[in-house]
């Protein structure tokens, strides 16, 4: 059985996880969840990238012909001292059990 190690950003003080991006929207508008799947990265450059661009706050790309704009709307909720990288082991499921 093989295991493989991604990474997830969590948020420590309600153990909830950033989920995966809305549909028409990207993942910084979503908030940590509880209840949600986590979003999985597969090394921790991308965990890190995605948590700096998350505390930055909601971010929305305007376009204009060949050219773009990246908005960014605070949310002064999001502490980076509350947010942390983990680590997430996935397991295949052995088929004959199911």
């Known amino acids: 059985m093989e295991t ?3 990474y ?3 948020h420590k003080p309600s153990g909830g996880f950033l989920p995966q991006g809305l549909r ?3 993942f910084t508008h979503n908030e940590p969840s509880t209840h949600d ?3 999985l990265f597969t090394n921790t450059k991308g965990a890190k990238c995605a948590l700096t661009w998350w505390l930055k706050g909601e ?3 305007e376009w204009a ?3 773009y704009e990246i908005m960014t ?3 002064e909720n999001r502490k980076s001292e509350e947010m942390e990288i983990v680590e997430i082991l996935v397991s295949e ?3 004959e059990n199911m």
């Open 65 to 67: 012909y060949d050219d």
């Open 93 to 95: 499921a052995n088929n």
């Open 4 to 6: 493989k190690t991604y």
């Open 59 to 61: 971010t929305i790309q």
């Open 37 to 39: 799947p986590p979003r």
């Open 24 to 26: 028409n929207r990207g």
């Open 8 to 10: 997830a950003i969590k």
């Open 73 to 75: 709307s605070r949310k």
